[in-house]
Nanobody, 124 residues
């Protein structure tokens, strides 16, 4: 079981910055292979990928945030961060922390864990 708790969301004007943090807790944290962030746009049910980072440092970004957002992690502290610069109104949404746990190895059955989300609102 993994619990994820986000913080750092808020209101910001276009062009501003925010830094999101997520702390993972639980008993199987050693099995987490990747951490990241998804965004649930206003009025939509599905989350879209924002950025992920693996334990070995591989990152993946949505095209819409490349060059503006930076995902980083401290797996020893079970944390993941999202530095959000040059924010745009299109970045608005609920940002959900995500963890990919692979207790049976990288190619085995995995489990996805999600935080409750933190609201990010970017005004124009």
């Amino acid at each position: 079981q993994v619990r994820l708790a986000e913080s750092g969301g808020g209101l910001v004007q276009a062009g501003g910055s925010l830094r999101l943090s997520c702390l993972a807790s639980g008993r199987s944290l050693f099995s987490i292979k990747a951490l990241g962030w998804y965004r649930q746009p206003p009025g939509k049910q599905r989350e879209v990928l924002v950025a992920t980072i693996t334990r070995d440092g591989q990152t993946n970004y949505a095209d819409t945030v490349k060059g503006r957002f930076t995902v980083s992690s401290d797996f020893a502290e079970n944390t993941v961060y999202l530095q959000m610069d040059s924010l745009k109104p299109e970045d608005t949404g609920v940002y959900l922390c995500y963890a990919d746990s692979r207790p049976y190895g990288d190619e085995g059955l995995g489990y996805d864990y999600w935080g409750q989300g933190t609201q990010v609102t970017v005004s124009s």
